[in-house]
Every structure is written in structure tokens, then in C-alpha cells.
């Protein structure tokens, strides 16, 4: 659980994949992700430090990493079931999110 009056940072390094939460030194959550085609962002994995659990931070990060998504013009396709489950809330609502084509 966080103190009172914490900063969480949001980091975002694109050449490794990766967006992280973090609070002083402590990760909260990650997602990794790929860019493919320079139009679709694809999260292969979302992570929730455990004493970070079900307080609403695994939505926060998709969240945020939705927003970039949106500035970057890019579509988002979520391999990761935890990041699918929250975005397929918003199919719909949502031109970002890239559904799966089915054969």
C-alpha cells in the first residue's frame, strides 16, 4: 500500500517496451509491449507488484499506456489477457483498441 502524499511516476521507455509505475524505488506495475508496423501497439504483458494488488494500479498503467497510444496514433491489440479483459470493456466506446480477426 502506498503512504499518503506519494508521487507515482509514470516511465515509459519505447526502445525497451516498456511502461513501469513507480513509486520512490518501488515498481508498482509494468507493461510490456511492441510496436509493429509503426501502427499497433501490442501489449504481450501486464505485471502488479503483489502488495500493489487490487487497488486499481493494473488499470492505471493500461490507462496511461492507452493515452500514449492515442498521442502516438497508434491502434492497441492486447495479447496480455489482464490488459484484454480492460480494454475489451471499452470495444465499443474505444477506436484504439484492434480486435483479433477471427479464421
Known amino acids: 500500500m502506498l503512504k499518503k502524499n506519494t508521487t507515482i511516476k509514470l516511465i515509459n521507455n519505447p526502445k525497451r517496451g516498456i511502461t513501469q509505475l513507480i513509486d520512490d524505488e518501488i515498481q508498482i506495475a509494468e507493461v510490456n509491449y511492441r510496436i509493429l508496423d509503426d501502427k499497433l501497439l501490442c501489449i504481450d504483458h501486464t505485471f502488479v507488484n503483489p502488495d500493489f494488488r487490487n487497488e486499481g494500479y ?3 498503467i493500461i490507462s496511461k499506456l492507452e493515452n500514449i497510444a ?4 497508434l491502434k492497441i491489440f492486447p495479447i496480455c489477457p489482464f490488459a484484454k479483459d480492460i480494454l475489451s470493456q471499452k470495444i465499443g466506446k474505444n477506436q484504439l483498441i484492434k480486435k483479433a480477426e477471427s479464421t
Open 58 to 60: 493494473g488499470n492505471l
Open 70 to 73: 492515442q498521442k502516438e496514433g
